[in-house]
């Protein structure tokens, strides 16, 4: 134990290999081209630029859904005054830190209000509201979807999560540095405000994002749906992040089979609370049988979207349930590492599933939009995760990946699984 508690923020052993460090600018260049190539491909296909734009709108939807889920992990650790997730606990600061690169990445989506009437929202355009709900413009659904209380409320929000990524993530290289154990007490007291104004802004955020794309229907729950998919991926993304750390010689004592045993209990335990949520969703708007309502299903069960609606329930919940059940599997941190993929390609899946029907069914296209349509989310996919990636690798590129200096250290290099 003596060993770990002399290690400082210099340690290479906590330090990213300079070959991958290296590789962060790069691959935020990349990212930037192809998504730039994805958006000018789309503008000459048959989607056109409201195809492109919705597949740019589901690739950043799924990195920021990740990012949050990350942000999120980071808040409740403080919250519950958590000791063993202490060594896992930089991952997620690092994911969180790019929440203010996030923010200027939603600068696209804006755009489509003030430059392309109905591109992503039909709201955006006055003669749809016109022909279909002209009862909006007196009314206070109206005024909640206007341009620029769209923007302002856009800007509330990445303000609120860009100051709380930016405080706990510098706050805690701080503590790096000179161990003060007032800082923690500071991220703690900070932390029950901080989950309130995340449920809020996190809800209202899915709401006005994606939910409004159908502005006629409504859920409740669609915000907690967003919560639950983005916490279950940011777990996931944080055990293959650590897997594949201690696999180049990073972090190999600090992290056990431990923490690779809470890490699977977590992610079991929101695989089904997403499955909960996505079930009580259905269920409600199915038995209420009110066409307001069930349009929004129904447009996801024509033009090839039935297979992904029934594949979601099979490759979102019933396989990884079982899955990582086990506590031989949770134990056995390659077996975990596949699941934790598995789970970010089907949450991914989950995504395109929110975004891409309505966009197809307005346009009259099929599923994918053909071979040009699938390499339009092929770019932007790949664009959006890759400034994702570099962003966290540039933030990482002078951090120790462990909290070196805080006070609960010593407890979660002591953590063992009753």
């Given at each position: 134990?003596?060993?770990?508690?002399?290690?400082?923020?210099?340690?290479?052993?906590?330090?990213?290999?300079?070959?991958?460090?290296?590789?962060?600018?790069?691959?935020m260049?990349?990212?930037?081209?192809?998504?730039?190539?994805?958006?000018?491909?789309?503008?000459?296909?048959?989607?056109?630029?409201?195809?492109?734009?919705?597949?740019?709108?589901?690739?950043f939807?799924?990195?920021?859904?990740?990012?949050?889920?990350a942000?999120?992990?980071?808040?409740?650790?403080?919250?519950?005054r958590a000791g063993?997730?202490?060594?896992?606990?930089?991952?997620?600061?690092?994911?969180m830190?790019?929440l203010?690169m996030?923010?200027?990445?939603?600068?696209?989506?804006?755009?489509?209000l003030?430059?392309?009437?109905?591109?992503?929202?039909?709201?955006?355009?006055?003669?749809?509201?016109?022909?279909?709900?002209p009862?909006?413009?007196?009314?206070?659904?109206?005024?909640?979807?206007?341009?620029?209380?769209?923007?302002l409320?856009?800007?509330?929000?990445?303000?609120?999560?860009?100051?709380?990524?930016?405080?706990?993530?510098?706050?805690?290289?701080r503590?790096?540095?000179t161990?003060?154990?007032?800082?923690?007490?500071?991220?703690?007291?900070?932390?029950?405000?901080?989950?309130?104004?995340?449920?809020?802004?996190?809800?209202f955020a899915?709401?006005?994002?994606?939910m409004?794309?159908?502005?006629?229907?409504?859920?409740?729950?669609?915000?907690?749906?967003?919560?639950?998919?983005?916490?279950?991926s940011?777990?996931?993304g944080?055990?293959?992040?650590?897997?594949?750390?201690?696999?180049?010689?990073?972090?190999?004592?600090?992290?056990?089979?431990?923490?690779?045993?809470?890490?699977?209990?977590?992610?079991?335990?929101?695989?089904?609370?997403?499955?909960?949520?996505?079930?009580?969703?259905?269920?409600?708007?199915?038995?209420?049988?009110?066409?307001?309502?069930?349009?929004?299903?129904?447009?996801?069960q024509?033009?090839?979207?039935?297979?992904i609606?029934?594949?979601?329930p099979?490759?979102?919940?019933?396989?990884?349930?079982?899955?990582?059940?086990?506590?031989?599997?949770?134990?056995?941190?390659?077996?975990?590492?596949?699941?934790?993929?598995?789970?970010?390609?089907?949450?991914?899946?989950?995504i395109?599933?929110?975004?891409?029907?309505?966009?197809?069914?307005?346009?009259?296209?099929?599923?994918?939009?053909?071979?040009?349509?699938?390499?339009?989310?092929?770019?932007?996919?790949?664009?959006?995760?890759?400034?994702?990636?570099?962003?966290?690798?540039?933030s990482?590129e002078s951090?120790?990946?462990?909290?070196?200096?805080?006070?609960?250290?010593?407890?979660?290099?002591?953590?063992?699984?009753?």
């Amino acid at each position: 134990m003596s060993e770990h508690t002399m290690k400082t923020p210099d340690d290479p052993t906590l330090r990213l290999p300079q070959a991958v460090a290296k590789r962060a600018v790069p691959l935020m260049a990349t990212g930037a081209v192809l998504l730039v190539a994805g958006i000018l491909l789309g503008t000459a296909t048959p989607g056109g630029m409201k195809f492109a734009m919705g597949a740019y709108l589901t690739a950043f939807i799924y990195v920021l859904t990740i990012a949050l889920g990350a942000l999120f992990f980071v808040l409740i650790q403080h919250l519950c005054r958590a000791g063993w997730s202490v060594t896992v606990r930089r991952v997620a600061e690092l994911f969180m830190s790019t929440l203010p690169m996030l923010g200027l990445l939603f600068i696209p989506v804006l755009g489509t209000l003030f430059f392309g009437q109905g591109t992503l929202y039909k709201w955006d355009d006055p003669q749809w509201i016109q022909d279909h709900h002209p009862e909006w413009a007196t009314n206070s659904k109206g005024f909640y979807l206007q341009d620029w209380f769209f923007t302002l409320r856009a800007l509330i929000y990445f303000g609120i999560w860009s100051f709380l990524a930016r405080y706990y993530f510098q706050t805690s290289r701080r503590q790096d540095e000179t161990a003060e154990l007032r800082l923690t007490e500071k991220m703690q007291a900070l932390s029950g405000p901080g989950v309130i104004l995340f449920a809020l802004s996190l809800s209202f955020a899915a709401f006005d994002w994606l939910m409004s794309m159908e502005p006629a229907w409504f859920s409740t729950m669609f915000g907690v749906y967003i919560f639950a998919g983005g916490i279950l991926s940011a777990l996931s993304g944080m055990l293959v992040t650590i897997f594949l750390l201690q696999r180049g010689g990073t972090i190999r004592d600090e992290v056990t089979v431990e923490h690779f045993h809470d890490f699977g209990k977590l992610i079991f335990g929101f695989i089904t609370f997403w499955t909960y949520i996505a079930f009580s969703q259905y269920l409600l708007i199915w038995y209420a049988n009110i066409p307001e309502e069930t349009f929004w299903f129904k447009y996801r069960q024509e033009n090839g979207w039935t297979a992904i609606s029934l594949l979601l329930p099979i490759c979102h919940w019933l396989l990884p349930f079982i899955g990582t059940m086990s506590r031989h599997v949770r134990r056995r941190p390659a077996l975990m590492c596949f699941w934790a993929c598995w789970i970010l390609v089907v949450h991914f899946i989950d995504i395109y599933w929110i975004v891409m029907p309505t966009v197809t069914h307005e346009m009259e296209i099929g599923l994918l939009g053909g071979i040009s349509g699938v390499l339009v989310s092929l770019l932007c996919t790949l664009g959006m995760i890759g400034l994702f990636i570099g962003g966290v690798l540039r933030s990482g590129e002078s951090a120790p990946w462990i909290p070196v200096r805080d006070p609960r250290l010593h407890e979660s290099l002591a953590f063992h699984n009753l």
